[in-house]
C-alpha cells in the first residue's frame, strides 16, 4: 500500500467495524422477532460446530 494511502485505509477501517455492527444487531433483532430465541442461538452456534469437524 502507498504510504500517501496509509491514513485513509486506517480511518476506513473503523468505519466498517461500526457498519457490521449496525447491520449484525439488526439482523440479530429481525431473525430474534421471527423465530425465536432458541432458533437464533441454534442459528450462531452452526458456523462454530461447523468448523469443529475438519
Same mark, same amino acid.
Given at each position: 500500500?502507498? +504510504?500517501?494511502?496509509? +491514513? &485513509?485505509?486506517? @480511518?476506513? &477501517?473503523? !468505519?466498517?467495524? &461500526? %457498519?457490521? +455492527?449496525? %447491520?449484525?444487531?439488526? @439482523?440479530?433483532?429481525? !431473525? !430474534?422477532? @421471527? *423465530?425465536?430465541?432458541?432458533?437464533?442461538?441454534?442459528?450462531? *452456534? @452452526?458456523?462454530?460446530?461447523?468448523? !469443529? +469437524?475438519?
Amino acid at each position: 500500500m502507498p +504510504r500517501r494511502e496509509f +491514513r &485513509n485505509a486506517v @480511518a476506513i &477501517n473503523p !468505519l466498517g467495524i &461500526n %457498519i457490521a +455492527r449496525s %447491520i449484525g444487531s439488526a @439482523a440479530c433483532d429481525i !431473525l !430474534l422477532g @421471527a *423465530v425465536g430465541a432458541a432458533a437464533s442461538y441454534g442459528v450462531d *452456534v @452452526a458456523p462454530a460446530c461447523s468448523s !469443529l +469437524r475438519r
